[in-house]
């Protein structure tokens, strides 16, 4: 499969706890996008790169988010001290160029007990 | 913040029936594409549309753009069950970031 890849699937935390997320996009894409989607709306535009530059944050990424791509290939995302406010699907996205086809991962869900 | 805004909300039709979706933009846009969600799933693109194309096509999918309404439709022709899903229309914005903008997208049911 050669998709947007996303891991975990799902995840439940307890709030207060750390947690990291995994993308891997398409491989010849440079360009990668996570987005936060709550119940009921469309997702929301969170942070991209291109290549391993972070050069886009939306001011919904608090200080506790914060988003890699070390070598311009996978991305994590991490939230620390999660809250409940930040249950939500999270979805990484690829793009070959900024105005070519956006393809999406399957998201992880994120729940905060 | 969200600029698209989607129409209906909700959408229920009969099999075989067609539905149409609309989206309304505020802003310039360099292209607009469309989406389907099955439900707690992840987005499935459907078709993408450039800012100087007025009509496209895919399977039994048609899409269309008025830049000067600044806005789209998306009709499904001889809809079936399989189709049951949300739609979300998502802009990208004049610029080269590539982000898109999404609306609060279209529940369409499609009922055997």
């Known amino acids: 499969d050669t998709g947007v890849s996303q891991d975990p699937r799902h995840k439940i935390t307890k709030r207060g706890q750390n947690v990291t997320f995994r993308c891997d996009p398409i491989?010849?894409?440079?360009?990668l996008y996570w987005y936060r989607q709550t119940l009921g709306q469309g997702p929301e535009f969170l942070t991209y790169f291109q290549n391993e530059a972070q050069l886009e944050k939306s001011r919904l990424l608090s200080d506790r988010f914060s988003a890699e791509r070390p070598k311009g290939s996978f991305s994590t995302l991490e939230i620390q001290r999660t809250e409940q406010g930040d249950s939500a699907m999270y979805l990484c996205?690829?793009?070959?160029?900024?105005?070519?086809?956006?393809?999406f991962g399957q998201g992880t869900r994120l729940t905060v007990v | 913040s969200q600029q698209g805004e989607e129409d209906p909300q909700a959408l229920s039709i009969q099999e075989g029936e067609n539905a149409t979706m609309n989206c309304s933009y505020k802003t310039s846009i360099n292209n607009l594409q469309w989406y389907r969600q099955n439900s707690g799933r992840g987005l499935v693109h459907l078709i993408l549309i450039r800012s100087n194309e007025r009509e496209k096509h895919s399977g039994r999918l048609r899409v269309t753009l008025d830049t000067s309404k600044k806005s789209s439709s998306l009709l499904i022709t001889a809809s079936r069950a399989a189709d049951t899903a949300s739609y979300f229309c998502a802009t990208d914005l004049s610029g080269n970031t590539g982000k898109l903008i999404f609306g609060q997208g279209t529940t369409l049911q499609v009922k055997p």
């Open positions: 491989s010849e894409h440079n360009r």
């Open positions: 996205a690829s793009r070959a160029s900024w105005n070519t086809e956006a393809f």
